[in-house]
Structures are given as structure tokens and as C-alpha cells.
């Protein structure tokens, strides 16, 4: 899914901090691509597909197999239309490369999720999952002002923020890394991307220095 534009601020300094943080997360994705011609690729809630098209190009393949609940536009995407929530139409062991970008926030079901990855992955493959970070300093700055959390949802039908109303789950990275052991995976990288109010070489260098705080947190894992 990654990091879009579901919302714009008038406010030009508050979309540029919106733009930044994009990019940063899919470079700090991207990062830990593998390039592999040959590999099958799965990119699990690839939204319109813009950022498909990067991952197929950083991986150099032609074609990735997209799952999402709308439509795709892209077309070095074959799109299955299919709820992430529940079993995926895939064979054991079929994709060498799983991305999953901004979408396991979004689901109910993370348990089932995360074992629909594991069975789908080939012996040598990795997967690779991003998602907002629940201990970032922004998060905790606004919980010190007994506000609502920008990244956590109360509601369907109510929303108290201007992000998404339909974040399920949020992790802190320390709380991903364990679930994801739970489910058998070995990390092999735990990175952080924007690092609020600092950007630019200052949010890198803070990222760096401490990803437990970071905006967004990525994690690679293999079986």
C-alpha cells in the first residue's frame, strides 16, 4: 500500500513533512530489496500500484502479482482481488519476495496474515513488511496531550484524526519483531524511516541512531 497522499494539508511545511515521510519509508524499503530477475514477487495490499512499480524495478523483474481489495491501474501488475484477512489463493512456497507496505496495520486478522507469508514463501525467500510505529516520539507527544493518536483508529465510522480510520493494529518495532518470531520468522534487519519534527539528514541520522522512535518501522524476515 505504502505511504500515499490520503490526505493534504493546506498547510505547505505539514505536506511537505507528509512528502518527506513518504519517500523516505519506500527508500528505506527499498533498501533492503534484493535485485533477483528471476524471483516471483507478491506485493500484499499494492493499493493503485505506484509503488509496485518500484519494487518491480528494484527486484528486476517485469511482472508482480499485486493482492488488494480494489483495482489496480498498473500494468506490470496481475492483481487478485481478495481479502488479506483470510487465506490466500497461493500455492506453498510461490514467491521469493513478499512486500507488504502499509497493509498489516489495516487487518484484523494479523495472526493469519502473517502465517499466509510464512507458507507462501519459498525456502530461500524473504519478506518484507512496513508499518507505522506506535512508540514514535509524535505518537508519544500526543498521547501527552491526552489526544488521540494520528496512526490509531477509534472508529469506523468516526474519525478523530485526519489519518486513516481503519488502522486495526499499530506495533512498536520491539512488538513486531516478537510477533513475527512467534510466527517462526528470523529477522535478518529491523531498519526505521522519518524520524518527527526532523527531516532531511537529520531525520536519517536520528533513524539511525534510534529506530525504536522513528515514524515507520521496517522489518525483513526469512523462514
Excluded at 493503485?48 to 491501474?73: M, N, T
Excluded at 510464512?118 to 500526543?142: C, D, E, K, M
Amino acid at each position: 500500500m505504502g505511504v500515499g497522499n490520503k490526505w493534504a494539508p493546506n498547510n505547505p511545511i505539514l505536506k511537505r513533512m507528509r512528502d518527506s515521510a513518504r519517500d523516505d519509508g519506500r527508500r528505506v524499503f527499498l533498501s533492503v530489496l534484493e535485485y533477483n530477475p528471476k524471483a516471483k514477487v507478491l506485493d500484499l495490499g499494492c493499493n493503485i500500484g505506484d509503488f509496485s512499480e518500484e519494487l518491480a524495478q528494484k527486484v528486476g523483474v517485469p511482472k508482480i502479482i499485486g493482492v488488494d481489495l480494489e483495482r489496480s491501474c498498473s500494468p506490470i501488475i496481475d492483481l487478485c482481488v481478495c481479502d488479506l484477512n483470510g487465506k490466500l489463493p497461493f500455492k506453498d512456497g510461490e514467491f521469493d519476495v513478499i512486500c507488504a507496505s502499509h497493509i498489516i496495520e489495516h487487518l484484523s486478522e494479523t495472526d493469519t496474515f502473517l502465517r499466509e507469508i510464512r507458507r507462501l514463501l519459498s525456502l530461500t525467500g524473504y519478506a518484507v513488511i512496513q508499518t507505522p510505529n506506535l512508540a514514535a516520539w509524535h505518537v508519544i507527544f500526543w498521547l501527552m496531550c491526552s489526544k488521540q493518536p494520528t496512526t490509531a483508529a477509534i472508529s469506523d465510522e468516526l474519525g478523530l484524526t485526519y489519518k486513516e480510520r481503519t488502522h486495526r493494529r499499530i506495533f512498536t518495532l520491539r512488538g513486531l519483531i516478537a510477533l513475527l518470531r512467534y510466527h517462526g520468522f528470523i529477522i535478518e534487519k529491523s531498519l526505521g524511516s522519518t524520524y518527527y519534527p526532523l527531516w532531511g539528514v537529520l531525520a536519517k541520522i536520528a533513524c539511525f541512531i534510534d529506530k525504536w522512535h522513528s515514524a515507520y518501522i521496517t522489518v525483513k524476515v526469512r523462514k
